[in-house]
């Protein structure tokens, strides 16, 4: 019974809704896109990523135990934001992007992800400030291919993505300056930034269903 007493109640109950909404999200992805085998390839890597990522985060905040297992938790919660960057990623740039563009962004967010997690495996602590900032960084990875994206994807498409890029963005400065803790550990910056999380993820799933999913 004391496993089942949430550590942090409030982020814990927003981000485990948000995992199993995302089961059934992927499950609807995968719906949509059984009849076409690249699609469904590229939907399902960036549905798991979404599974990883709130799955990741519910045990984080939900298990109290020793603190050698909560650093370990702790660990995993990071390094499933790398792999649901690089996720959400795949079907943007593999559907918006064309030739070399395409290759080469798809094989950049995967490399720069896979170096964030070994940085986030390898260092005891990694500055608030300084993950974060290599969070955001990687994030907005789309400014460098952006006008192809804009000539490929309809215009729905990238406002949606600039959205939940900028709901991303707010969250994380919330939560590297600690701002607008206004009830510590109940309803402080932490939980406010896992709100934007998840409105920058619903935001990008509605762009891949109203958009993305419908591309050639």
Partial sequence: MKRLKMKEPVNT???F???IAAIVGLVFLITLTRENMTKLVTMTIYGVSIIVLYGASSLYHW????PRKEYILRKIDHVAIYVFIAGSYT???YYGLEGSWRWTMLSAVW?????GIVIKLAFVQTPRLISTAFYVTLGWIAVVPFVQLVDNLPLGAIVLMMAGGIAYTIGAVIYATKSFDFYPNRFGFHEIFHLFVM??????????VAFI????
């Avoid at 409105?199 to 891949?208: D, Q, T, Y």
Wanted: proline share 6%.
């Fill in 111 to 115: 490399v720069l992800a896979f170096v």
């Fill in 91 to 93: 079907p943007v740039f």
């Fill in 199 to 208: 409105a920058g993820s619903i935001l990008h799933f509605i762009m891949m």
């Fill in 17 to 19: 809704v948000t995992f």
């Fill in 213 to 216: 999913v419908p591309l050639r």
């Fill in 63 to 66: 298990i109290k135990t020793t």
């Fill in 13 to 15: 109950w927003t981000h």
